[in-house]
């Protein structure tokens, strides 16, 4: 009741009200500040901490002052500006020290003690002011009623800060708050309460109500100046994290060069979309788009201009969309599309008003082009029910419109593009089969003619499949050479063959396959060179094997790399002769080792008269510009007589020996003899008296 009586009867309640408004304005700010520092590190949580300090001491102070000037001491007052502006100073920098323990991490009740220490700060903040009021008169103090003050400062700001740092869910954010006026109020009036002033007659004249009401009000807004700092400074931060934010978010939703969506945030639209469809029982078209020439744009006029075609692709994708249509970029010159639909017409409309745009001609900077494109179209549901599915199907169809140079849009159709999905899912597991080491090798024997002794092995790769069993060569080559894959795994079929046939009793010469792209490697001749050291093969008894359309595809670069490989020692046949282009400025361009006459020619060569006369023919240029040749394909002893009777050189096929793992032709012990066993007795001995005889 003193405290009441004190705070009705010796105070102006209109100035009460306005210390009362500084307070509760300067705690809110503080506090957002506060959980403003808490929520930064380093210089930032420095930064934010003394802005919390200066906001809540000065609103303290101001609080403490204008409660000063409403305080009617019946006496003449005065303020000591010295010991005043100590108790600002104490005010701030007692904030800021409990503040920033606070929000230490190094104690478990760092909140609380921090919080005690910013009520320690304001009870001596007070009775540093009540040291600068000078009254003339004598002041007699109530210690009871000081002990309170200070006790209930303390304890107040303790609970206010422990609840702002903590968060803590059992209070609301009102009512930290409410403690922390309360901190500061009931610390000034139970003060206020413990003092009683008896004035003394002296020559002092009393202040002007007025101008400690203006002083009041002055104080009151330097205050609130201080606050709006804070203020101020708080939503300068809010507003640029929110910008910061947007843009951060527009930069992981969109393409950074076109604008466009990108492909988070095309997939995540699409999820949206699914939904929606199935809400309303909706059709949905999945859009796969590829630019055609968009290459030839980036070789011949550089990235430059490659962008500017790009942004100009999108700038008139964006502007022909209409409702229920998105467009996103998802690669480099990949770009998806979505149409919400019921009826068909609508989906042709949108796709015809595609491929009207993408074909558009342009012009960039000084030449005019165009793009093109392959469109690719898979609708929710007949082509599938989820996102993986839908783009997976409009993309099989976009690749199939890229291979029709007929057609810029394919629809998805089920036969069609599974076999493309297939021929994809062969090319993921060819590639886990070579990290797996589930390739093998097999070898099949290659045979003098006239003598049947063994002249070699050539070696022939071999695929089992854990679930489609074996997989042949013509299946799963093309796909590896497609997809760049043929690389990893010719160095594979090269280094093995050497190491295995490096091991052999008999220096037998074995016959290596290289596909056309592996020229594309930057050093063949140094890729086989070191394969040769690293293994320890002699390089005599290696044999490559190449087609003509090796050769053709760029005959300068082919003719210089087969050179250095033969200066290694190796030597180099041209397979698959009589077949293709079969050209004789190839064999006068390159002296080949060995001329490979394709197996076509066997299979008619006992009941066709033009096949036994090309193959005939083919000797005789053999035997001309003394290249040995090989005859492929040999399954009867019929066949083998002609080959004989013509004098060919040598023989390869079934009926001479299959390709088997070598293994099975080199046992671990009695190498050659096996071997020999195995092969010498394909000549049957009548025909070997017949040759003897001729």
């Known amino acids: 009741m003193r405290v009441i009586s004190c705070i009705a009867t010796e105070h102006n309640l209109w100035l009460v009200l306005l210390a009362a408004f500084v307070c509760v304005s300067g705690v809110a700010v503080a506090l957002r500040l506060l959980r403003k520092a808490g929520e930064n590190r380093g210089v930032q949580k420095g930064g934010w901490l003394f802005l919390t300090?200066?906001?809540?001491?000065?609103?303290?102070?101001?609080?403490?002052?204008?409660?000063?000037?409403?305080?009617?001491?019946?006496?003449?007052?005065?303020?000591?500006?010295?010991?005043?502006?100590?108790?600002?100073?104490?005010a701030v920098g007692g904030c800021g020290y409990g503040f920033a323990a606070a929000l230490s991490r190094k104690i478990r009740l760092a909140p609380e003690f921090g919080g005690a220490a910013v009520g320690v700060a304001i009870a001596a903040m007070h009775y540093t002011g009540m040291l600068a009021y000078r009254v003339d008169g004598i002041v007699d103090w109530d210690t009871n009623y000081v002990i309170a003050s200070v006790a209930m400062s303390v304890v107040f700001a303790s609970l206010a800060i422990g609840q702002a740092v903590r968060r803590s869910r059992k209070f609301s954010a009102w009512a930290g708050l409410g403690l922390f006026t309360l901190a500061i109020v009931s610390l000034h009036f139970t003060a206020m309460a413990a003092v009683s002033v008896t004035p003394m007659s002296t020559r002092m004249a009393f202040t002007e109500p007025a101008i400690l009401q203006a002083m009041a009000v002055a104080v009151a807004v330097v205050g609130m100046m201080i606050v709006g700092t804070g203020v101020v400074s708080y939503i300068i931060d809010a507003q640029t994290s929110e910008e910061s934010y947007r843009r951060l978010q527009h930069m992981a939703l969109n393409d950074a060069l076109t604008g466009l969506p990108n492909r988070t945030s095309f997939s995540s639209h699409l999820d949206n979309e699914i939904e929606r469809a199935k809400e309303n029982d909706s059709k949905l078209a999945v859009i796969g788009i590829d630019l055609d020439r968009f290459k030839e744009i980036n070789d011949l006029r550089g990235h430059k201009a490659g962008d500017e075609a790009l942004k100009l692709v999108a700038r008139r994708l964006t502007r022909m969309l209409g409702d229920g249509e998105f467009v996103?970029?998802?690669?480099?010159?990949?770009?998806?599309?979505?149409?919400?639909?019921?009826?068909?017409?609508?989906?042709?409309?949108?796709?015809?008003?595609?491929?009207?745009?993408?074909?558009?001609?342009?012009?960039?900077?000084?030449?005019?082009?165009?793009?093109?494109?392959?469109?690719?179209?898979?609708?929710?549901?007949?082509?599938?029910?989820?996102?993986?599915?839908?783009?997976?199907?409009?993309?099989?169809?976009?690749?199939?419109?890229?291979?029709?140079?007929?057609?810029?849009?394919c629809f998805y159709e089920l036969r069609m593009d599974e076999a493309s999905r297939t021929r994809q899912t062969l090319a993921r597991d060819l590639r886990r089969a070579l990290e797996l080491d589930q390739l093998e090798l097999h070898?099949?024997?290659?045979?003098?003619?006239?003598?049947?002794?063994?002249?070699?092995?050539?070696?022939?790769?071999?695929?089992?499949?854990?679930?489609?069993?074996?997989?042949?060569?013509?299946?799963?080559?093309?796909?590896?050479?497609?997809?760049?894959?043929?690389?990893?795994?010719?160095?594979?079929?090269?280094?093995?063959?050497?190491?295995?046939?490096?091991?052999?009793?008999?220096?037998?010469?074995?016959?290596?396959?290289?596909?056309?792209?592996?020229?594309?490697?930057?050093?063949?001749?140094?890729?086989?060179?070191?394969?040769?050291?690293?293994?320890?093969?002699?390089?005599?008894?290696?044999?490559?094997?190449?087609?003509?359309?090796?050769?053709?595809?760029?005959?300068?670069?082919?003719?210089?790399?087969?050179?250095?490989?033969?200066?290694?020692?190796?030597?180099?046949?041209?397979?698959?002769?009589?077949?293709?282009?079969?050209?004789?400025?190839?064999?006068?361009?390159?002296?080949?080792?060995?001329?490979?006459?394709?197996?076509?020619?066997?299979?008619?060569?006992?009941?066709?008269?033009?096949?036994?006369?090309?193959?005939?023919?083919?000797?005789?240029?053999?035997?001309?510009?003394?290249?040995?040749?090989?005859?492929?394909?040999?399954?009867?002893?019929?066949?083998l007589t002609i080959l004989q009777t013509e004098l060919c050189d040598e023989a390869q096929g079934f009926f001479l020996g299959r390709p088997k793992p070598v293994e099975q032709i080199f046992g671990l012990e009695g190498a050659d003899s096996d071997a020999d066993q195995q092969f010498s007795g394909r000549m049957p001995l009548a025909r070997m008296a017949r040759k003897q005889v001729a």
């Open 53 to 90: 300090a200066v906001a809540a001491g000065a609103s303290i102070w101001c609080t403490h002052f204008i409660a000063m000037l409403a305080f009617d001491a019946g006496a003449p007052i005065s303020f000591d500006p010295i010991l005043t502006m100590i108790s600002l100073v104490i």
């Open 328 to 409: 996103a970029r998802v690669g480099g010159d990949e770009f998806a599309a979505m149409k919400r639909f019921t009826e068909q017409a609508d989906l042709l409309d949108f796709v015809a008003r595609l491929k009207d745009t993408l074909f558009q001609p342009m012009r960039i900077d000084d030449f005019d082009c165009a793009t093109g494109a392959s469109i690719g179209v898979a609708v929710y549901p007949q082509d599938g029910e989820n996102q993986e599915r839908l783009v997976s199907n409009a993309d099989l169809a976009m690749y199939r419109a890229k291979a029709d140079v007929t057609r810029a849009i």
């Open 443 to 639: 070898y099949q024997v290659q045979t003098s003619v006239s003598t049947g002794e063994i002249r070699g092995f050539e070696v022939l790769l071999r695929w089992t499949h854990p679930e489609r069993g074996h997989v042949p060569p013509s299946e799963f080559i093309p796909i590896a050479e497609e997809n760049g894959l043929i690389m990893a795994i010719g160095e594979w079929v090269l280094r093995t063959a050497c190491r295995q046939a490096a091991s052999w009793d008999k220096p037998y010469k074995i016959a290596v396959n290289l596909s056309p792209v592996q020229f594309a490697h930057p050093d063949l001749a140094s890729l086989v060179k070191n394969i040769l050291t690293e293994t320890g093969f002699d390089a005599r008894r290696l044999e490559l094997e190449i087609t003509e359309s090796t050769i053709i595809a760029d005959k300068v670069r082919t003719l210089q790399t087969l050179r250095r490989i033969r200066e290694l020692g190796v030597t180099i046949a041209l397979d698959d002769f009589g077949v293709g282009y079969s050209s004789l400025d190839t064999l006068r361009s390159f002296p080949f080792d060995k001329i490979k006459l394709d197996r076509s020619f066997m299979s008619e060569l006992e009941e066709n008269p033009q096949a036994k006369a090309i193959v005939r023919a083919v000797l005789t240029l053999g035997k001309s510009l003394n290249i040995p040749v090989l005859a492929e394909g040999v399954e009867t002893d019929d066949q």
